[in-house]
């Protein structure tokens, strides 16, 4: 992204909008630009541009330096770890399952897996029954290569949305990784069957 967009305009939202408002807009938009869950190329880079766009309007103190001075009031007082770092501060709030995952998915993007599978590990303690924190955390596994670990995270992924043709197929790349190319077909044939791919 070249130049900087409106916060405002990035989340689709107004100066107005009520908190519930602007977290609903987030999540909708997180879910769609994920890069766990799409292909485009551009995907990773809309993500982050989202998901720093929420940590400034979510957060009542870089909300009002971004009110009052745009991105120079952020920029000139925050730092790109600023703006993510602080679980525990205002705006977030530390018993949101959502928040964990999105937050972990902000560090998933930025290359910080370990950081990442810390934060889906806090979304699962508060609700173990969400498929798709289950895959994020296998995803961010298996680029540490941690191959059996993340067979293990999509085995729960699994056990709760046993229809998910991504997690299969990412079940199957963990599997070949690790040399296991019989169980990886069977994985990568019922990802297919689930329509991976259309």
Known sequence: MAAK??????????????QYEVKQQYRKLALKFHPDRNQYPDTGEHFKEISK??????????????DQYGHAGIDGRYSGNDI????QGSGFNSNDAWGWRNKGGALYSLGK?????????????????????WNNKGLALNLLGK??????SYDNSIKIDPNDA???????????????DNEAKKCYDKSRELGYGN
């Not at 940590?55 to 009002?64: L, R």
């Not at 191959?147 to 293990?152: H, Q, T, V, W």
């Open 5 to 18: 967009r409106d916060y405002y305009d990035v989340l689709g939202v107004t100066k107005a909008s009520s």
């Open 53 to 66: 766009a929420y940590a400034v309007i979510s957060d009542p103190g870089k909300k009002q330096a971004y």
């Open 84 to 87: 993510f770092s602080g679980a």
């Open 113 to 133: 897996y370990n950081e990442a599978i810390e934060c889906y590990d806090k979304s699962i303690e508060i609700d173990s029954n969400n498929p798709v924190v």
């Open 147 to 152: 191959y059996n670990e993340a067979i293990a």
């Open 166 to 180: 991504d997690v299969w197929n990412n079940k199957g790349l963990a599997l070949n990784a690790l040399g296991n």
